[in-house]
């Protein structure tokens, strides 16, 4: 009776091993991969071990989270001639194979799953297959393809009296996975207080808990501080700024009514005046990173630097955002110099203007380059514009059909952007137009049908004779 559970056990055995021998051996297995750049060319493989006549390999592309299986490569044993027909069964022995699948330049839209499926004969009959598989995920990287530097809510005006917070966007499009963007200025890192959410536009300076750091390791321009503190002297001696706009109601000098020629005024202010809420203090930076997924499988970062204002020490600060990534050799970067406007280069069209004529003042670029977008404001010295408005906002300004009283009146063009503010002048000389007659204007010094002033006069004339 003892023995029994020992022959039971040496039973089992001897079945599991003719199972074994008949149903044959099939390990697969995949090689991993580490991530790919876009455009390189990559071979997958499949190992497989065993003892058995291999009837079929399949490679499939798995999609839509693994609901679809996309066939991309197919070996049927029975349609090769490289494997013999004949059998031993009484052989074993083990075979070590490998199919590969290259794909030449991959995409992004190859990132995925793979799966290799491997079938073989079972031993005991022909007419079963014994199937195992194995699978990989190809993770295919793409560097960024674009990058730039912008400056949010412009054009803005200067902010004369009031500190303003500034915020600087880096978008960078193209990668995948999403790349890693920080910000330097003047060449050195920019330690910044992260946010989780954009400080809003309308929000006041924002403040930091940290220690305070000076300024000294910053050279200063002795130029702007002395500058800044004779405007501010002139201020409190009840002066006012270059900038700021004379009392309506003047009238031009007649003398310059009749000037013959066109004349263009370079006058040209700067202002540069620096309020006393600017501290010579390192501002505070803070950055807030967001991501957009694309439908082609890359991501939009948009990081937002965010510091508060101050024109007297960011005027000319060169700032560069910076990007590093898994699929670059080397960080991309977009860098922009924070300028004030300086000196607009005035055009008029036409040169030289008649009664009756479109005149179209225009701001044609400035003597440097400027770093926001400048904002334009259009004034007539001494009165209104001649639509009747006291200014006009835009980078052109249009006289329509303008009359002989506008000879000699002279516009200011007032360009500012956060670090500064800019005018400059021109006058306007009106010739007389040989094909509009004298006296054919309105009251309003629109140009009116020829002759008209005249008929009214003539037919006064008549009625007093006949009186």
Known sequence: MRAAPSLRRCVCLLLAAILDLACGYLTVNIEPLPPVVAGDAVTLKCNFKTDGRMREIVWYRVTDGGTIKQKIFTFDAMFSTNYSHMENYRKREDLVYQSTVRLPEVRISDNGPYECHVGIYDRATRE???????????????????????????PAPFSRYQAQNFTLVCIVSGGKPAPMVYFKRDGEPIDAVPLSEP???SSGPLQDSRPFRSLLHRDLDDTKMQKSLSLLDAENR??????ER???????????LLQPTTENIPETVVSREFPRWV??????????HSRTPSSDGTVEV?????WTLNPQIDNEALFSCEVKHPALSMPMQAEVTLVAPKGPKIVMTPSRARVGDTVRILVHGFQNEVFPEPMFTWTRVGSRLLDGSAEF????????????ELNGSMYRCTAQNPLGSTDTHTRLIVFENPNIPRGTEDSNGSIGPTGTRLTLVLALTVILELT
Do not use: W
Not at 246 to 256: Q, Y
Not at 279 to 288: D, I, K, N, Q, R
């Open 279 to 288: 501290h010579s203090a390192e501002p505070t930076y803070f950055l807030h």
């Open 246 to 256: 004379p009392s309506r109601g003047l009238t031009p000098d007649p003398n310059i």
């Open 393 to 404: 906002d835009g980078k052109e300004l249009v006289l329509e059909r303008v009359p002989a």
């Open 128 to 154: 079963k297959v014994v199937l195992a598989s194995g699978n990989i995920f190809l993770n295919v990287m793409a560097p960024p393809t674009s990058i730039e530097v912008v400056a949010a809510d412009t």
């Open 238 to 243: 009840g002066g006012r700024p270059y900038t």
């Open 199 to 201: 400080p809003a536009a």
């Open 302 to 306: 948009r990081a937002l630097l965010t």
